[in-house]
């Protein structure tokens, strides 16, 4: 038995000098690269708004505000000193279901899924990978269709925590927080612990206890006077407590600015990638210039034909337009005049015979004699009634009369009065169809202003010009006559290339004059016309 222990301790101290050459070659090589610098040189892994935490034991972790990372194997710690973490678990709850349904545990699984639907709330190193579930289900006598119901659901790295350990298997959440506390103490984990709470209570009486205990034993040596007691020793102590009461905030200060500049600097970068590639975008086409330029004389030689013949049936399109709006102007006029015929003659007709009445006596006479006799009960004849007789003697006046050689009369006879207010509607078409003489006289006369035969619109004042253009609009409106008054082109923008600008001012110029040169031969034919 003596031998047998020592050869297992002999055999623990050769693994365990191995272990520690391994361990401090694989820190020798891992260093470099995850210790922190303070020159502002990001780690290439472990980059947070933390910056990076290296513990006590050399290793490097994420750093986090409120935490302290620290073996559990030599911590021990309790459940109160655990970081916790509210953990998003949409893909256990799918597979928790389809597990609860083929064991009959519906209730198990609504208890989790209330208490998980804003979160579950778990230690954070409190669980089990999925290679460590795997190789304990295959212990414990899981078959191979369960095994891989898990493998091929959940990824590598996913962590089951104890709350969903204790829900897939039905297992109280004690004896599951139990042992994945074990399985991480067993494999010397270092987890998060809350600083709070594993924090050393009451360093500055410790700090002042020192200083006051050695500032007693220094005293009774030589060449330790009061300067060195109070002054050296003192304000060093002073130093070390501030330091490290200070030293957590100025390093979460540090990797925060750290952090954010290199968030800064990341979007910066991937902005001046975007405005690059936008760059190259407006280049992706220049191999193809030469191939263009080579057909745009062709091409622009048709395409300039095309367009001269989409105006001109544009042209002719509106002008057959408008003539038709016109003419069925005239005809809506027209017969309106007809259908106003009818009731003219009634009005006109009753407005005589009110006219006459009061002052005919015999017309008195006879509505007396006729209105007794109707009441008699007789019958009426049309030549006996005044009222009959008047209207029938007015229409048949009407009969072969020419209205138009009749001088209309407002209080004349039946037919003198519909030719005046016939003539008022005659008069009525022609300013609203027909040119006036005053138009024409007005347009000969800015004729003559602006030279006669050699018309020249340049010699017109201002307000003969607006008269003139005010003219054409409204003698083709009537006329039901339409042409087009610009270009239909707008000038070009000007930009901020210093080389294109005298180019956009020759294209703009050049527009500018093709409008005057139109819009002068338009008015010159217009004036030519009168």
Same mark, same amino acid.
């Given at each position: 038995?003596?031998?047998?222990? =020592? @050869?297992?301790?002999?055999?623990?101290?050769?693994?365990?000098?191995?272990?520690?050459?391994?361990?401090?070659? %694989?820190?020798?090589? #891992?260093?470099?690269?995850?210790?922190?610098?303070?020159?502002?040189?990001?780690?290439?892994?472990?980059?947070?708004? &933390?910056?990076?935490?290296?513990?006590? +034991?050399?290793?490097?972790?994420? &750093?986090?505000?409120?935490?302290?990372?620290?073996?559990?194997?030599?911590?021990?710690?309790?459940?109160?000193?655990? !970081?916790?973490?509210? %953990?998003?678990?949409?893909?256990?709850?799918?597979?928790?279901?389809?597990?609860?349904?083929?064991?009959?545990?519906?209730?198990?699984?609504?208890?989790?899924?209330?208490?998980?639907?804003?979160?579950?709330?778990?230690?954070?190193?409190?669980?089990?990978?999925?290679?460590?579930?795997?190789?304990? !289900?295959?212990?414990?006598? +899981?078959?191979?269709?369960?095994?891989?119901?898990?493998?091929?659901?959940?990824?590598? =790295?996913?962590?089951?925590?104890?709350?969903?350990?204790?829900?897939?298997?039905?297992?109280?959440?004690?004896?599951?927080?139990?042992?994945? !506390?074990?399985?991480?103490?067993?494999?010397?984990?270092?987890?998060?612990?809350?600083?709070?709470?594993?924090?050393?209570?009451?360093?500055?009486?410790?700090?002042?206890?020192?200083?006051?205990?050695?500032?007693?034993? @220094?005293?009774?040596?030589?060449?330790?006077?009061?300067? @060195?007691?109070?002054?050296?020793?003192?304000?060093?102590?002073?130093?070390?407590?501030?330091?490290?009461?200070?030293?957590?905030?100025?390093?979460?200060?540090?990797?925060?600015?750290? +952090?954010?500049?290199?968030?800064?600097?990341?979007?910066?970068?991937?902005?001046?990638?975007?405005?690059?590639?936008?760059?190259?975008?407006?280049?992706?086409?220049?191999?193809?210039?030469?191939?263009?330029?080579?057909?745009? /004389?062709?091409?622009?030689?048709?395409?300039?034909?095309?367009?001269?013949?989409?105006?001109?049936?544009?042209?002719?399109? =509106?002008?057959?337009?408008?003539?038709?709006?016109?003419?069925?102007?005239?005809?809506?006029?027209?017969?309106?005049?007809?259908?106003?015929?009818?009731?003219?003659? *009634?009005?006109?007709?009753?407005?005589?015979?009110?006219?006459?009445?009061?002052?005919?006596?015999?017309?008195?006479?006879?509505? @007396?004699?006729?209105?007794?006799?109707?009441?008699?009960?007789?019958?009426? =004849?049309?030549?006996?009634?005044?009222?009959?007789?008047?209207?029938? $003697?007015?229409?048949?006046?009407?009969?072969? *009369?020419?209205?138009?050689?009749?001088?209309?009369?407002?209080?004349?006879?039946?037919?003198?009065?519909?030719?005046?207010?016939?003539?008022?509607?005659?008069?009525?078409?022609?300013?609203?169809?027909?040119?006036?003489?005053?138009?024409?006289?007005?347009?000969?006369?800015?004729?003559?202003? &602006?030279?006669?035969?050699?018309?020249?619109? $340049?010699?017109?004042?201002?307000?003969?010009?607006?008269?003139?253009?005010?003219?054409?609009?409204?003698?083709?409106?009537? #006329?039901?006559?339409?042409?087009?008054?610009?270009?239909?082109? /707008?000038?070009?923008?000007?930009?901020?290339?210093?080389?294109?600008?005298?180019?956009?001012?020759?294209?703009?110029?050049?527009?500018?004059?093709?409008? %005057?040169?139109?819009?002068?031969?338009?008015?010159?034919?217009?004036?030519?016309?009168?």
């Amino acid at each position: 038995v003596r031998r047998s222990l =020592d @050869f297992k301790l002999a055999v623990s101290k050769m693994l365990s000098r191995h272990a520690c050459r391994a361990l401090r070659a %694989k820190r020798a090589a #891992v260093a470099p690269l995850l210790q922190r610098n303070i020159w502002n040189v990001s780690l290439p892994v472990l980059s947070g708004p &933390g910056g990076a935490h290296t513990t006590k +034991y050399r290793i490097v972790k994420p &750093g986090k505000d409120g935490v302290e990372w620290d073996d559990f194997l030599l911590a021990l710690p309790e459940r109160e000193h655990l !970081m916790s973490f509210t %953990k998003d678990v949409p893909l256990f709850i799918r597979y928790l279901k389809v597990v609860t349904d083929l064991e009959g545990r519906s209730s198990d699984f609504l208890a989790f899924l209330e208490r998980a639907k804003s979160g579950l709330i778990v230690e954070s190193d409190v669980y089990i990978t999925t290679e460590e579930l795997l190789a304990i !289900m295959w212990k414990n006598g +899981y078959s191979d269709q369960e095994r891989n119901a898990v493998q091929f659901t959940f990824p590598g =790295d996913y962590k089951f925590h104890y709350p969903e350990l204790s829900a897939m298997f039905d297992i109280p959440e004690e004896d599951t927080y139990k042992f994945c !506390m074990r399985t991480r103490t067993e494999q010397s984990h270092i987890g998060e612990l809350d600083w709070s709470k594993v924090q050393r209570k009451g360093f500055i009486r410790d700090h002042w206890l020192i200083f006051g205990t050695g500032l007693v034993i @220094f005293k009774y040596f030589p060449f330790f006077n009061y300067y @060195f007691g109070v002054k050296v020793f003192g304000t060093s102590m002073w130093c070390v407590t501030m330091y490290q009461l200070l030293n957590r905030w100025i390093a979460k200060s540090c990797r925060r600015n750290e +952090y954010m500049a290199a968030q800064k600097t990341a979007q910066d970068v991937m902005d001046g990638e975007d405005k690059i590639v936008e760059s190259m975008k407006r280049f992706s086409n220049d191999a193809k210039c030469s191939e263009i330029l080579a057909s745009f /004389k062709t091409e622009a030689e048709s395409k300039i034909g095309d367009y001269r013949k989409a105006l001109v049936m544009k042209m002719k399109d =509106d002008l057959t337009e408008r003539a038709t709006k016109q003419l069925q102007a005239v005809a809506s006029f027209e017969a309106s005049m007809g259908s106003a015929m009818q009731e003219l003659v *009634v009005r006109e007709a009753a407005s005589s015979f009110r006219d006459q009445f009061p002052g005919d006596a015999g017309m008195q006479e006879a509505a @007396f004699t006729a209105a007794v006799k109707s009441l008699s009960g007789q019958q009426l =004849d049309v030549t006996e009634d005044p009222v009959s007789k008047h209207f029938s $003697d007015a229409f048949a006046s009407l009969a072969g *009369v020419d209205l138009a050689t009749i001088a209309g009369d407002p209080q004349g006879s039946l037919a003198q009065r519909i030719a005046y207010s016939q003539q008022l509607k005659e008069a009525e078409f022609k300013q609203t169809f027909m040119v006036t003489t005053q138009e024409a006289e007005e347009i000969r006369a800015i004729a003559s202003e &602006g030279g006669g035969s050699q018309f020249d619109l $340049d010699k017109l004042a201002p307000h003969s010009v607006e008269r003139l253009d005010a003219l054409y609009s409204s003698i083709n409106a009537k #006329v039901g006559y339409s042409l087009p008054e610009t270009l239909g082109t /707008k000038p070009i923008k000007e930009t901020s290339d210093s080389a294109t600008v005298t180019y956009v001012e020759q294209v703009n110029a050049q527009l500018a004059a093709a409008s %005057k040169t139109l819009r002068e031969a338009r008015l010159k034919a217009f004036v030519a016309a009168f």
